[in-house]
């Protein structure tokens, strides 16, 4: 009897059965991974599981003045910005460089940090540049969610 009611309270008041996953390296390349995929094919709607409700991006771009212009987005305008940007594009491909990963101490945020070479063909004209791309991440729910996108155009090659 006491076992059934050992295994009753941890039932009740243990972890969930669907508890959410640790931070890890392994699962935010994971995370990565898939959503580069869901980008280099197009797939916005792909994207939209791993955004945290409130998301947040960041991108900062050259100016043809030399100067960086600084576009930021939530959530929505974000996936309908992605959503624009591939429509338009053709041959959209990207090669991420290996991503460093910064877990916090608690376990309940991390980082990550990757180059990314970029190219696709806007217009007939072949464009290429290189990003810096750092993704915060964080646990919510059964999964673990982007919260933050910032991306910084490097180096970039116009026609």
């Known amino acids: 009897m006491s076992r059934l009611i050992i295994v009753l309270i941890l039932l009740v008041f243990g972890a969930p059965a669907h508890a959410t996953p640790p931070l890890s390296a392994t699962a935010l390349a994971t995370i990565d991974r898939a ?3 869901a980008t280099q094919q197009g797939d916005v709607l792909g994207l939209a599981p791993y955004l ?3 998301f947040q991006a960041s991108i900062k771009v050259p100016t043809e003045q ?3 212009q600084t576009l930021l987005f939530n959530r929505e305008e974000f996936l309908l910005y992605a959503w624009h940007a591939l429509s338009v594009a053709q041959d959209y491909q990207i090669r991420a460089q290996q991503a460093d990963y910064r ?3 608690d376990g309940r945020t991390a980082v990550g940090t990757a180059i990314l070479d970029e190219s696709l063909h806007w217009e007939g004209q072949a464009l290429r540049y290189t990003t810096r791309r ?3 991440y964080s646990p919510s729910q059964n999964q673990i969610v982007i919260t933050l996108l910032e991306v910084q155009v490097l180096k970039w090659e116009q026609p």
């Open 66 to 68: 030399g100067r960086f």
């Open 35 to 37: 959503t580069l995929k």
């Open 134 to 136: 750092t993704t915060h």
């Open 103 to 105: 877990i916090a101490k």
């Open 52 to 54: 945290a409700e409130n």
